[in-house]
């Protein structure tokens, strides 16, 4: 079992930045694919990007160039720096893991979730 859990959400204007984090418990976190994900009210939760086991990454289109995914396997943690945010990045974003070591961009491939945290852009 992994539990997951988000930080770092919160209130910034458009061109700010944040930062997101989740922690995983568990001793097998390096060998999992882990993703962000979000969703905006009225809309479906869509994928934002991914790191696999090897330190892989992949991006949603509509974020590239201004959000990177990286991790931590010894602090078993993924992070999102998020940059140039505008309003349409206003969403709960979830953190989720894959018990398969590479990249998924369906949201039911993924096992583990955290609870979300909420970004709120301001235009």
């Known amino acids: 079992q992994v539990q997951l859990v988000e930080s770092g959400g919160g209130l910034v204007q458009a061109g700010g930045s944040l930062r997101l984090s989740c922690a995983a418990s568990g001793r097998t976190f390096s060998t999992y694919a882990m993703a962000w994900f979000r969703q905006a009210p009225g809309k479906e939760r869509e994928f934002v990007a991914a790191?696999?086991?090897?330190?892989?990454?992949y991006y949603a289109q509509f974020v590239q160039g201004r959000f990177t995914i990286s991790r931590d396997n010894a602090k078993n943690t993924v992070y999102l720096q998020m940059n140039s945010l505008n309003a349409e990045d206003t969403a709960v974003y979830y953190c989720?893991?894959?018990?398969?070591?590479?990249?998924?961009?369906?949201?039911?491939?993924?096992?583990?979730w955290g609870q979300g945290t909420q970004v709120t852009v301001s235009s």
């Open positions: 790191i696999n086991w090897s330190g892989s990454t």
């Open positions: 989720a893991a894959r018990n398969k070591g590479l990249f998924n961009p369906r949201s039911d491939e993924y096992h583990y």
